[in-house]
């Protein structure tokens, strides 16, 4: 759903989508929603956007619009969309939903496109949303977990899961604390690899 502004927007094409689910025979909520928010007041409202619908699996950030609305423009860095992306993960988190970053512009800027999916995945997002089939290449790259990541991950959880066998409270793998966050962080990517966790 682009251009949402506040729980209204969604809500108003909810009910548009059960009146069609039950016209067609659909299932009652089989069909989800992305709300893409494009504005300072979408911004502000992400909180309340993002928990105001049990069909919303995600919420995404417009960039252009976005900064538009803030009578600037984009750059190179990004840092004129350091606020919003972090309040808009934020909100993702709080509900339980996805976090969608905003398309790159530049098609044929790899090395550009590359450094803002890195910056995208490290500030929380799930993804990122891509104009031109040549990104999808790149956001798996980003995004997939690699094969140093998975290792690492296996290890922490084998440690997690040895001292929790043992009895012990206390768990380190290379001389350093591992405690839930890091066990966590570990199964996510072992998820991500599409290796089940124990």
Do not use: N
Not at 70 to 80: Q, Y
């Amino acid at each position: 759903l682009p251009k949402t502004d506040c729980p209204e927007d969604l809500l108003a094409v909810e009910r548009a989508v059960e009146a069609a689910e039950r016209r067609f025979g659909r299932p009652s909520g089989s069909v989800k929603l992305i709300a893409a928010i494009e504005s300072a007041r979408g911004i502000l409202s992400a909180r309340e956007i993002a928990a105001c619908s049990p069909r919303l699996v995600a919420i995404a950030i417009g960039a252009e619009d976005f900064v538009t609305d803030l009578h600037t423009t984009r750059s190179p860095e990004g840092v004129e969309l350091l606020a919003a992306r972090s309040l808009l993960v934020m909100a993702a988190r709080a509900a339980g939903i996805m976090a969608i970053d905003t398309v790159f512009t530049g098609v044929d800027d790899e090395e550009g496109f590359l450094r803002e999916a890195r910056l995208a995945k490290q500030l929380g997002f799930d993804g990122k949303s891509v104009i031109h089939p040549s990104q999808v290449a790149l956001i798996r790259f980003v995004y997939e977990p690699s094969p140093e990541e998975i290792a690492k991950a296996r290890r922490v959880v084998e440690a997690a899961a040895d001292a929790e066998a043992k009895g012990s409270g206390v768990v380190s793998l290379d001389g350093k604390m591992i405690d839930k966050p890091i066990v966590e962080r570990a199964l996510r990517v072992l998820a991500l690899a599409g290796e089940a966790s124990e």
